[in-house]
């Protein structure tokens, strides 16, 4: 027996515009382009041989036809959209477990978070500890994001690869920042650095043709954190990565009196273990914080 009826492609966006009253309103509805809504439209008017809306400037009205259309096929489709619902198979959880470095996940990880989210919401993300020095010999973590210092080489077994921080900035108050036009200027003031890196600021000076004071008033702080918070404070001057400070700079809160920034040749990696095998949510996560980094270049 042939086929006679309608595609459900069809009726379904028929029955949005009837609907809504707007070829833009459904085609929103059923996250289709207007145009898809139109053409299905139009396809279901030539197979019936007849108009089923009545287009005008004032918008979609439907026709004697239309309103016999709706009434047959309304429950029916919409009978069928719920026994695809409670039938589907529900797709399976995916579940991320992720160490990442205090500093970072609190500044830059988790204002965007939110997005992976939107974006993948079959992804259950687990947070576990994160430990100095990680040795990445657990079995409780699938992803970490660590710092790598200088001297430091990745154990054989991780595969690492950068994501962002390997810039150092000077930042401060726009009120300490008023009267400092030079890198000289800037470094006669009181300056805030991370105690794990007290190089820093002899690499930015360096990086912006500058000498550093004989007796600098320098404060170390072995929190990124605190660090921040002391700058946000009007304690001093604070050489820290960018990307720490992100929404400080957008908002105007902190400044950088002099654009200079000095690369330390460290920064944050994405961290997997070479011998983890297939693991899809790892690798949407992947995916995503790298293409996040990139869009703060």
Not at 60 to 70: D, Q, S
Not at 132 to 154: L, P, S
Not at 178 to 186: E, F, M, S
Request: hydrophobic share 45%; proline share 6%; aromatic share 6%.
């Amino acid at each position: 027996m042939p086929i006679r009826s309608p595609s459900l492609v069809e009726l379904h966006a028929f029955l949005a515009v009837a609907r809504t009253g707007s070829f833009r309103k459904a085609a929103d509805e059923l996250c289709v382009t207007q145009a898809a809504v139109s053409r299905a439209v139009l396809r279901l008017e030539e197979d019936l041989g007849q108009d089923v809306l009545q287009r005008s400037a004032g918008g979609v009205t439907l026709t004697p036809a239309g309103l016999e259309l709706r009434k047959l096929v309304g429950k029916p489709v919409a009978a069928l959209e719920a026994a695809a619902v409670k039938l589907r198979k529900k797709p399976e959880r995916l579940r991320l477990r992720l160490s990442v470095i205090t500093s970072l996940g609190t500044l830059w990880l988790m204002p965007r978070l939110e997005d992976f989210r939107e974006r993948h919401p079959e992804v259950e993300i687990e947070f576990r500890q994160y430990h100095h020095d990680e040795d990445f010999t657990r079995d409780d973590v699938d992803v970490w994001i660590d710092t790598k210092r200088n001297e430091r080489q990745w154990p054989r077994q991780v595969s690492a690869r950068y994501v962002i921080g390997g810039e150092i900035v000077a930042v401060c108050t726009p009120k300490l920042a008023k009267g400092v036009r030079t890198a000289q200027q800037l470094l006669a003031q009181p300056l805030l650095y991370h105690s794990n890196f007290p190089d820093n600021w002899p690499l930015w000076a360096s990086t912006a043709g500058a000498s550093m004071p004989v007796k600098p008033k320098r404060t170390g702080f072995d929190l990124v954190l605190n660090l921040i918070e002391a700058a946000r404070s009007g304690m001093g001057v604070a050489v820290v990565q960018e990307c720490m400070v992100e929404a400080d700079l957008a908002s105007g809160r902190l400044v950088m009196p002099v654009p200079v920034s000095a690369s330390t040749g460290r920064g944050y990696h994405l961290c997997r273990r070479r011998a983890q095998g297939a693991h899809p949510a790892a690798d949407l996560f992947s995916e995503w914080v790298l293409a996040q980094a990139h869009q703060g270049v």
